[in-house]
């Protein structure tokens, strides 16, 4: 019994393999190759590598500019510096004081906004969000 179990496996995985090559990499119902598939496949594998490569190295790029970049305080918590290339703009959360306002939505839900002290959210954007 387990022996008919794994040749009815083997046929039905063996099916979906034929199937799957029949339609990819070989043109048209011939034993001629799909060059075009197999060097997507390829070319997808060695994109991905010289992609990984290239994103460490635009991240160290970036981390060497951030280094350099002298940051200006603009207000409490909020600081901005230029480079060649670059424009930073810097939050620090727990240096901010903040305030909270509760809107209550159409659909009567809850939603806690939490903005700068001093500087209440615009009417728009209350709206909105009363409109969700």
């Known amino acids: 019994m387990k022996k008919r179990i794994i040749i009815v ?6 099916f979906f393999i034929s199937s799957y090559f029949a339609n990819n990499v070989f043109i048209a119902g011939t034993p001629k190759l799909n060059r ?3 060097a997507k496949f390829f ?5 991905t590598e010289v992609a990984e490569k ?11 500019s951030l280094d350099k970049t002298n940051l200006k305080q603009l207000s409490r918590g909020v ?3 230029e480079n060649k290339s670059l424009k930073v ?12 306002m509760t809107i209550v939505t159409n659909s009567s839900k ?9 500087q209440p959210p615009l009417k728009e954007m209350i709206d909105l969000i009363k409109s969700e």
Request: hydrophobic share 40%; charged share 25%; no cysteine.
């Open 9 to 14: 496996l083997v046929i039905i995985s063996s």
């Open 89 to 100: 703009t810097k939050f620090v959360e727990n240096e901010i004081e903040w305030e909270q």
């Open 43 to 47: 070319s997808e594998q060695a994109v």
């Open 79 to 81: 600081y901005a510096g």
């Open 110 to 118: 809850e939603v806690v906004l939490k903005y700068p002290s001093g």
């Open 36 to 38: 075009n598939y197999l």
């Open 54 to 64: 290239r994103v460490e190295a635009i991240s160290a790029d970036i981390s060497e």
